[in-house]
C-alpha cells in the first residue's frame, strides 16, 4: 500500500532500504519462485520421459496428447486484483469526472478533432502546425516573410569600411601573409566566379589545401569589398563539435578580430554569436538541421557550406537531400558542397551535374611505414592465437576458421614476396604470419611510442585508436609505465564526449623540451588541424554501428578503416614540416580495404532520422528517403516505422504524436528517451536517468581474466536481487556518486569490477539529461538528485515498469534453465539465450516467466542482452495498447504473444479504465509539459499505477506464473 510520507523519502530511501529489500528477496524467493529444470525420468517432481519403445513422431503425438490432458484438468489461474485496490482505483477514477483539466473536450477546428480532449496550450497549436504542415508550404510561408537580410546602405558602408581599415592591421597583414602561401588561394578567383554563376557548386581539396578555413572568407571579403554586407550571412557546417570550435576560432584569428564579430560558432548547449549580417557562423550538421525547423527557406542565410561532406553522415545526407527542395524557392542562396577529391563527382551529379572545383593539396612530405618496419623498429612479438580452443562451439571455430583462413590467404603471397626480396629478417616474416597480428595491440602502440620519443626529433605524435575505452586503457598503460614523465611528455585523450574546454588544450603547444601525445578517435581525421603533430599512428581500425536488418540487431564493432579515412589520417602529419605516419597493418592488408566508408544511413537503426523527417514536415518516410544519394532498405525503415508506431511516438498514419515531438527533441534513441520522460512522470529521474545513460553510452562493468566468478557475484550483488541487469546499472553509478563524494570512488571501482572513467561519463550524460528536461519543464529542477525529482526513486517495482515500457516490445519468455544457461524465447528468433553476463544468466529461481531487454546480438547464438524480469502487472502497464474480450462472465485480456489470460470482470473493468486514464493523462502532459502536482487528481492516478505494478504475481492470482518445460514448449509452439 502507497503511503504519502514515502513521497518525500528521495534519494536517500533508494539508498537506505537496500538490505531489507535483500533480506526480503532471499526470504521470498523460493515462495515465489519457479524452477526451472530439464527432466529427468524417474525423480519425483521432474518431467517424466516417455515410455520405452516409442520411436520418431510417436514420441511427439505422446507429448501432445499429455499436454493436452494436463490442460485440461489443469486450473486456470485468473487475474484478480485485491478488492481494496480495486476500491481504490474506482474512488480515483471517479474524481476524473469532476478534474477536466486533462480530458474536458473543447470546439476546435476540423484538422484538430483528433486531440479535442486536450485543453489548448501554446505547444498544441506548435504540436498541431507541424502535424497538419508540409515542407513546401512552410517554405512558401518563409518566402513571404521578412528575412533579417535585408538592404542597409548605411550598414553596407560600414561594414565596408571596417573591412578597408583591417587591411592596414599590422595583425592583418601578417595573417594574410600566410593566407596567401594556401593553394585555396591561388583558387579564389576562379571560386568566386563558380559561385557567382551557379547556384550549386562542389569544391574538392586534398587535406591541408585551406578549403575549410578559406573559402567562407572569401565569400564574405568579396561581398564586404562590393557593399553587400548587409545581405551577407555565411553558414557553414562541420561534423563535429570540436571542428566548429577550432575552425571558428582560427577564421576569427586569420581575420585579425575576436569571436563574435564577423565569426561565431554554435554547437550543442553552447555559442559564441557573430553579428547577424556580414558574418559567419560556423557549426555542427544537427545545429544547422535544428535552424531549419524554425527557418525552413533559410532567409535569415545568404550562402550555406556544407563542409567534409565525404564522410556521408546520415545528419549531412539529409541535408543535402533537403536542400534540393529548397534552393528552387530561394535561388538567391548558394550552396557549396565541399568535400575531400575522393568522391567529389558523386555529390555533382546527385545535383543535377553542377561544376566541381578542385583544389590542389598542400603539406610537407610524409613518410610511411606499414606493420613490417614497425615490427623491426620495436622487434615485438605477437602472441599465438589457438583455434583449437574453440572446438566444443562448433559455429565459433568455423566462423574462426574461415576467418584464419582468409587471412594466410591474404598474407602468404606477400610473405613469399618479402622472403624473395630479402627486405626484412625472417622474425619479422614469422610475425606477420600470424593471425594475432591483426588484432589491436595497445602493447605494441606503447612500444612503437617509446621508440619515437626515444630516437625522433621533437615533434607531437597523434595516436588513432577505435573506441574511447580504448584511448582510456593506452593513457593508463603510458602513464603507470613510467616512461612518459610529466617534465617531458603530455598526454591528451580525444573523444567526442570529452567537454569541449577540455578539447581546445590539444591545440596548445607545450614548453619547449616537452613532446604532446594526443591519443585520438577519428573525431581528429578532418576538420581540425593541430599544426604541431610532425608523428601519426594509425591503428587502422575504426568502430562503425551496424544495423543488421535481417535480425533486426543493431552493432558496433572495430573494422578496418576505408583508403579514404587512412588518407586523411596520414595528412594529419605534415602540416608544418615533414612527417612521418606509422601504419599498424601490412601493406597486403591495405589492398583489401574499401575505398570509402559506407554512408552512416545504410548502417543505422533509422528512429531518428525518421522523427527529424516528421519535425521538418517532410512527409512519408519512404518517399523522401528514397530520394537520398544512398537510400536505405525499405525493410530497414519498416522496422523503425513499426518501433515508432509500438512507442507512441508515431501513429497508424505515420504521423508524429505528442509524445514523438518530445522524443524528436531529446538527443537519445526513442526509447531510452521514452523512459527518461517517463521517469520525469513519475519521480524516479536518478535511478532511470542512470539506466537510459548505461544503455546508450555503455555500462561500466568489466570481467578481468581469471576473475569471472568473482565479477559476476559482484555484479549480482549490485542488482539487489531484483533479477535486472538494469537494476544492477543504477545501483552501480548510484553507489559511485555517493563513494566519489566521500573520496572512495576508486577503491569502489576496483571493489566492484567498474571502470572509473566510463561512470564519470555516465554521471555527466545524468546531468545532460536533467538539463533537456528541465529545459523542457519536465521537471523543476537542472540536477537529477533533486528530491522532488525522485519522490519514488526507491519503488523497485516501477523501475521496472518505466524500463520495460521503454523497451517494449523487447520481451522474451523464460523456457528452462540448463547447466549452460536459461534458455529463452521470442516471436521474431525463436530460441534464444541469455547472454553469460547478464545477472540472470546464472539465476534458476524467476518470479516471472517474462524478462524484457535492450538488444540481441548474434554470436555462437542469438544472445539477449541488459534483460529484467518483469511481472505481469509490469506488462500490463508497458503494453501500450490493451485489449480486453468481454463474454457472458468471463473477461480475458489480450496479454502478449497472444497469451490471453482470464480476468475476473471487476479486475478487467478497473485495469482497462486506469490504462485509458493514464494514456489521457499522458497526453496531456506531453501537451502540457509541467511537473506533477502530487496532491491532485493527476498525482492520486499516478499512486494508483505505482501500486498497480507493485503487486507480484502471487497476489493477483498468479502464485506459479510459470509453466513447466512441456507446457512452455507447446506454449513457444502455438505462438511462435
Known amino acids: 500500500m502507497w503511503h504519502p510520507q514515502q513521497s518525500s523519502r528521495g534519494r536517500s530511501t533508494f539508498a537506505n532500504q537496500r538490505s531489507s529489500r535483500e533480506e526480503h528477496t532471499q526470504s521470498s524467493q523460493s515462495d515465489r519462485g519457479v524452477v526451472f529444470t530439464p527432466g529427468t525420468p524417474g525423480i519425483p517432481g521432474r518431467r517424466q520421459g516417455h515410455p520405452p519403445g516409442l520411436r520418431g513422431k ?145 569544391v574538392s581539396g586534398e587535406t591541408g589545401c585551406g578549403k575549410t578555413t578559406q573559402v567562407a572568407q572569401f565569400i564574405l571579403d568579396e561581398q564586404l569589398k562590393a557593399g553587400n554586407g548587409s545581405i551577407t550571412r555565411i553558414v557553414c557546417t562541420q561534423p563535429r563539435r570540436i571542428s566548429a570550435i577550432s575552425v571558428a576560432e582560427r577564421v576569427a584569428a586569420e581575420r585579425a578580430e575576436p569571436l563574435g564579430k564577423s565569426v561565431g560558432y554554435q554547437i550543442r548547449l553552447e555559442k559564441v554569436a557573430a553579428q547577424e549580417q556580414g558574418s559567419i557562423l560556423f557549426c555542427t550538421t544537427g545545429i544547422l538541421l535544428q535552424l531549419m525547423k524554425t527557418d525552413p527557406a533559410l ?56 561544376p566541381v572545383i578542385h583544389i590542389p593539396g598542400f603539406t ?18 605477437f602472441s599465438e592465437e589457438e583455434v583449437t580452443g574453440h572446438k566444443k562451439h562448433l559455429k565459433r571455430y568455423k566462423e574462426l576458421r574461415v576467418k584464419q583462413d582468409d587471412f594466410m590467404g591474404m598474407i602468404k603471397p606477400y610473405i613469399r614476396q618479402l622472403i624473395s626480396e630479402r627486405i626484412y629478417p625472417k622474425y619479422v616474416t614469422d610475425e606477420l604470419a600470424k593471425p594475432s597480428s591483426e588484432e589491436l595491440s595497445l602493447k605494441l602502440i606503447e612500444k612503437l611510442v617509446r621508440h619515437i620519443c626515444l630516437t625522433k626529433d621533437p615533434g607531437a605524435i597523434l595516436i588513432f585508436l577505435p573506441g574511447m575505452m580504448d584511448i582510456l586503457q593506452l593513457n593508463r598503460m603510458m602513464v603507470e609505465s613510467g616512461y612518459y614523465p610529466s617534465s617531458k611528455h603530455v598526454i591528451y585523450p580525444l573523444h567526442s564526449r570529452m567537454p569541449t574546454v577540455d578539447q581546445a588544450i590539444i591545440f596548445k603547444e607545450p614548453p619547449y623540451g616537452i613532446r604532446k601525445i594526443i591519443i585520438a578517435t577519428s573525431i581528429a581525421e578532418t576538420s581540425i588541424t593541430i599544426e604541431d603533430v610532425i608523428y601519426v599512428i594509425n591503428c587502422g581500425k575504426t568502430k562503425l554501428g551496424r544495423f543488421d536488418i535481417h535480425n533486426n540487431i543493431q552493432t558496433l564493432e572495430s573494422e578496418w578503416v576505408s583508403l579514404a579515412s587512412a588518407k586523411q589520417r ?13 601504419h ?23 528512429e531518428e532520422v525518421i522523427l527529424q523527417i516528421k519535425i521538418l514536415q517532410l512527409g512519408k518516410a519512404k518517399e523522401f528517403l528514397a530520394n537520398v544519394m544512398d537510400p536505405p532498405d525499405l525493410k530497414a525503415i519498416d522496422l523503425s516505422l513499426d518501433l515508432l508506431r509500438t512507442l507512441n511516438a508515431l501513429d497508424n498514419d ?49 570481467c578481468p581474466l581469471d576473475r569471472e566468478e568473482e565479477a559476476n557475484e559482484k555484479k549480482l550483488e549490485l542488482s539487489l536481487g531484483q533479477y535486472s541487469d538494469h537494476m544492477a546499472l543504477a545501483e552501480a553509478l548510484q553507489r559511485f556518486e555517493m563513494a566519489y563524494q566521500h573520496g572512495v570512488a576508486g577503491r569502489f571501482c576496483r571493489e566492484y569490477f567498474l571502470s572509473y572513467n566510463t561512470l564519470k561519463l555516465l554521471s555527466e550524460m545524468k546531468t545532460d539529461f536533467a538539463k533537456y528536461l528541465y529545459e523542457m519543464k519536465f521537471l523543476d529542477s537542472s540536477n537529477p538528485n533533486n528530491m522532488n525529482a525522485n519522490r519514488n526513486s526507491h519503488n523497485m517495482a516501477l523501475i521496472k515498469a518505466i ?36 545477472v540472470n544468466s546464472r539465476s534458476s529461481n524467476f518470479p516471472s516467466r517474462y524478462l524484457t531487454y535492450f538488444t540481441k546480438q548474434r554470436s555462437t547464438a542469438i544472445f539477449l542482452h541488459d534483460t529484467t524480469c518483469v511481472s505481469i502487472p509490469i506488462l500490463l502497464f508497458a503494453r501500450p495498447n490493451m485489449s480486453i474480450r468481454r463474454e457472458k462472465r468471463k473477461c480475458t485480456i489480450n496479454f502478449i504473444f497472444s497469451d490471453n489470460i482470464a480476468c475476473d470482470p471487476d479486475t ?40 498497480l505494478v507493485s503487486q507480484k504475481d502471487e497476489e493477483i492470482g498468479f502464485g506459479n506464473n510459470a509453466v513447466d518445460d512441456e507446457s512452455m514448449d507447446d506454449f513457444c509452439a502455438n505462438y511462435g
Not at 595573417?175 to 571560386?191: T, V
Not at 610537407?364 to 612479438?381: A, M, S, W
Not at 596520414?570 to 606509422?582: D, H, L, N, P, T
Not at 601493406?587 to 554512408?599: I, M
Open 58 to 202: 510417436a514420441i511427439g503425438l505422446y507429448y501432445r496428447d499429455r499436454n493436452r490432458e494436463k490442460k485440461a484438468n489443469a486450473k486456470v489461474p485468473v487475474l484478480k486484483l485485491p478488492s481494496y485496490l480495486i476500491q481504490r482505483i474506482k474512488t480515483i477514477l471517479n474524481l476524473s469526472n469532476s478534474d477536466n483539466s486533462a480530458s474536458e473536450p473543447n470546439e476546435r477546428s476540423e484538422n484538430d478533432t483528433k486531440y479535442n480532449y486536450i485543453s489548448d496550450s501554446q505547444f498544441k497549436q506548435k504540436f498541431l502546425g507541424i502535424v497538419n504542415g508540409n515542407i513546401q508550404r512552410n517554405i512558401a510561408t518563409a518566402m513571404s516573410m521578412e528575412s533579417k537580410l535585408q538592404r542597409n546602405s548605411h550598414l553596407d558602408k560600414v561594414l565596408q569600411a571596417e573591412y578597408n581599415d583591417k587591411q592596414n592591421k599590422l595583425s592583418y597583414k601578417n595573417m594574410l601573409k600566410f593566407r596567401l602561401k594556401l593553394p585555396a588561394y591561388q583558387k579564389k578567383s576562379e571560386i568566386l566566379q563558380l559561385i557567382q554563376d551557379n547556384q550549386v557548386v562542389v
Open 299 to 354: 532567409r535569415n542565410f545568404s550562402h550555406v557550406i556544407l563542409d567534409e561532406i565525404h564522410e556521408r553522415s546520415t545528419e549531412s545526407d539529409f541535408i543535402i537531400t533537403l536542400l534540393k527542395q529548397v534552393i528552387p524557392k530561394r535561388t538567391d542562396l548558394k550552396v557549396l558542397l565541399m568535400s575531400a577529391t575522393l568522391n567529389s563527382e558523386r555529390f555533382s551529379t546527385y545535383y543535377d551535374r553542377c
Open 364 to 381: 610537407y612530405p610524409v613518410k610511411e611505414f606499414y606493420l613490417e618496419d614497425i615490427l623491426l623498429f620495436t622487434g615485438f612479438t
Open 570 to 582: 596520414r595528412g594529419r602529419a605534415g602540416r608544418v614540416q615533414s612527417g612521418e605516419c606509422y
Open 584 to 606: 599498424l597493418y601490412s601493406k597486403a592488408r591495405e589492398k583489401t580495404f574499401d575505398q570509402y566508408p559506407l554512408p552512416e544511413m545504410l548502417r543505422t537503426r533509422l
Open 654 to 702: 505515420e504521423h508524429l504524436t505528442p509524445l514523438g515531438y518530445h522524443l524528436a527533441h531529446l538527443p537519445l534513441d526513442p526509447r531510452t528517451g521514452k523512459m527518461i520522460l517517463w521517469a520525469a512522470l513519475f519521480s524516479c529521474a536518478e535511478p532511470i536517468f542512470a539506466i537510459a545513460a548505461s544503455l546508450t553510452f555503455k555500462d561500466a562493468f568489466y
Open 803 to 838: 524500463v520495460c515500457a521503454g523497451l517494449y516490445p523487447n520481451i522474451a519468455v523464460v523456457r528452462r534453465t540448463t547447466k549452460n544457461g536459461v534458455i529463452c524465447w521470442t516471436p521474431e528468433d525463436g530460441t534464444v539465450h541469455m547472454h553469460p553476463s547478464s
Open 908 to 947: 478487467a473493468e478497473v485495469i482497462q479504465k486506469l490504462h485509458e486514464a493514464l494514456n489521457t493523462l499522458l497526453e496531456y502532459k506531453v501537451t502540457h509539459p509541467t511537473t506533477v502536482c502530487w496532491s491532485s487528481f493527476e498525482g492520486q492516478l499516478l499512486r494508483a499505477i505505482i501500486e
